[in-house]
């Protein structure tokens, strides 16, 4: 340890000692009242939310002015903190940090109680000459932004956007006036508008906050989300990252990158982090969902149910978890288990269209035609806008050709840049054995995405119907796009049997 050289406290010193952030008159107080049962008690651990890191080996006190609010010295002991020491903030302002980081806590406290009266009366007369005005003040700026907090928590988003800009019209330098604001619009969807808040949040947060209040680390949270959702994925991890570096324990960071790897089809490193956040909160319910989501697609189907049959027992009235536990068992083919689930699922919520979609599936595999086709309808009543693509596969399957014709072709009418819903339709014409509406359609799909592999494959099966040798140049073209491509194969090999 390094000799300790104690420190020349003067005047202007004890002046600096006496002040810190925003929102600290309180804290002074309190200070004021008692200093040295404070400095012992555990009352360092949480300043304002704030929540410090006693877990390094450092002592450090950090002291902040902010314009005319005045507060009290920040001492964390045990916590590493680098040093800091700007000049000119702004308007000539200041932030100034002490490292005590040689010293250990008892050489510390000695100093700390030397000079703990003259701390004290610095502290009392700079908190008595604070003008009565700001001080108020700080106190209506702390009580708004509790109220636009509880406003957001209790979903009255527009009642938080009001209370977030009378915040900033009081003072536009307050972090949390900001980041409130983003986060009631990114709760209505407006992502740009939030990601612009977030973003003047953040930067004066970093300057004049903790940088472990955890409010900081939601905001990082928030805007990567509000990225997320404008497909800007770099960016989003970047503040997951961000988030999680705050060292607050996000565990909506961890279950954000995860979503994005998802969305990429990088299964792996989504089970990866949403084990982490598992790891940090082992009920935590959303986690246990997307991995079981992962776990599926990647077709580890027996590890989906566990994941599965997790978040049930958490929380047995989330339906989507009764969705994602009916599309593994559909693709291990438990088509009864899969029913069972969806029937779950539209018993908490009689409008879930997946579940309706999911269970039509279900019964199509049973040959329950009459049941899917009931749940297709219900699927379009509630505005599925693909339930006439699924009305016309049951009815392909019951072999009503000309029902099966009707509902793609009204599924053509939603949605004309849909290549596979032309495919559907082509088929149906193949069927009716009508090869030259067949052949339209296809070459309609190939319009809206002239890489579609199984465009070409059924375009080369209608031209082989008609006798043409361009059925040859077709099924060359599908295996060039997707050379693993196992119908098309087969079909390339009887190509070559039968036409050269």
């Known amino acids: 340890?390094?000799?300790?050289?104690?420190?020349?406290?003067?005047?202007?010193?004890?002046?600096?000692?006496?002040?810190?952030?925003?929102?600290?008159?309180?804290?002074?107080?309190?200070?004021?009242?008692?200093?040295?049962?404070?400095?012992?008690?555990?009352?360092?651990?949480?300043?304002?939310?704030?929540?410090?890191?006693?877990?390094?080996?450092?002592?450090?006190?950090?002291?902040?002015?902010?314009?005319?609010?005045?507060?009290?010295?920040?001492?964390?002991?045990?916590?590493?903190?680098?040093?800091?020491?700007?000049?000119?903030?702004?308007?000539?302002?200041?932030?100034?940090?002490?490292?005590?980081?040689?010293?250990?806590?008892?050489?510390?406290?000695?100093?700390?109680?030397?000079?703990?009266?003259?701390?004290?009366?610095?502290?009392?007369?700079?908190?008595?000459?604070?003008?009565?005005?700001?001080?108020?003040?700080?106190?209506e700026l702390k009580n708004l932004s509790n109220q636009a907090n509880a406003y957001l928590l209790d979903?009255?988003?527009?009642?938080?956007?009001?209370?977030?800009?009378?915040?900033?019209?009081?003072?536009?330098?307050?972090?949390?006036?900001?980041?409130?604001?983003?986060?009631?619009?990114?709760?209505?969807?407006?992502?740009?508008?939030?990601?612009?808040?977030?973003?003047?949040?953040?930067?004066?947060?970093?300057?004049?906050?903790?940088?472990?209040?955890?409010?900081?680390?939601?905001?990082?949270?928030?805007?990567?989300?509000?990225?997320?959702?404008?497909?800007?994925?770099k960016r989003a991890i970047e503040d997951y990252n961000k988030a999680i570096d705050l060292g607050t324990k996000n565990i909506y960071a961890y279950i954000g990158i995860a979503s994005i790897y998802s969305e990429k089809g990088e299964y792996d490193k989504s089970i990866e982090f949403n084990s982490k956040a598992i790891a940090l909160d082992p009920k935590c319910v959303e986690a246990y969902c997307n991995r079981g989501y992962a776990y599926m697609r990647k077709k580890n189907n027996d590890n989906a149910k566990e994941d599965f049959q997790k978040a049930i027992e958490i929380n047995p009235n989330l339906i989507q978890i009764y969705v994602d536990s009916g599309m593994n068992c559909y693709d291990k083919f438990e088509y009864d288990n899969a029913i069972e689930y969806f029937n779950k699922a539209i018993s908490i919520d009689k409008e879930c269209v997946d579940a309706y979609i999911g269970r039509g599936y279900a019964y199509l595999e049973n040959e329950k035609y009459k049941e899917a086709k009931d749940d297709f309808k219900e699927a379009k009543h509630l505005g599925s806008t693909k339930a006439y693509e699924r009305l016309g596969k049951v009815f392909y399957k019951k072999n009503d050709i000309p029902s099966a014709i009707e509902n793609f072709t009204l599924a053509i009418k939603d949605d004309p840049n849909n290549s596979r819903f032309f495919i559907n339709r082509g088929l149906a014409h193949f069927m009716n054995k009508d090869f030259n509406n067949a052949i339209k359609d296809y070459d309609l799909a190939l319009k809206n995405d002239p890489n579609f592999a199984q465009a070409y494959l059924h375009r080369s099966t209608a031209y082989y119907e008609k006798g043409k040798s361009d059925a040859i140049k077709d099924c060359e073209k599908a295996l060039s796009i997707k050379p693993d491509y196992s119908e098309a194969k087969e079909f390339f090999l009887f190509l070559n049997g039968i036409i050269l």
């Open 155 to 233: 979903k009255q988003y527009d009642k938080a956007i009001s209370c977030s800009t009378e915040i900033i019209e009081k003072n536009g330098e307050y972090p949390l006036g900001y980041i409130f604001l983003g986060m009631a619009y990114y709760e209505k969807n407006d992502f740009e508008k939030a990601i612009e808040k977030l973003t003047k949040g953040i930067n004066l947060a970093e300057r004049f906050m903790d940088q472990n209040h955890p409010t900081l680390s939601d905001a990082y949270t928030f805007r990567a989300d509000a990225y997320f959702k404008t497909g800007k994925h």
């Open 1 to 139: 340890m390094k000799e300790w050289v104690k420190l020349d406290i003067g005047e202007e010193s004890m002046k600096r000692l006496a002040m810190i952030a925003k929102n600290s008159i309180d804290f002074g107080q309190k200070f004021c009242e008692d200093p040295i049962s404070f400095c012992e008690s555990k009352s360092f651990k949480v300043y304002n939310g704030y929540t410090t890191n006693k877990e390094q080996g450092k002592t450090y006190a950090l002291v902040h002015k902010m314009g005319n609010n005045v507060g009290i010295i920040w001492l964390f002991l045990d916590n590493i903190v680098p040093i800091v020491i700007e000049e000119d903030i702004f308007n000539e302002e200041w932030i100034i940090g002490l490292d005590f980081s040689h010293i250990d806590k008892e050489i510390f406290m000695i100093w700390f109680n030397d000079n703990i009266r003259a701390i004290q009366e610095s502290c009392k007369k700079y908190l008595l000459t604070m003008p009565k005005d700001a001080r108020e003040m700080e106190v």
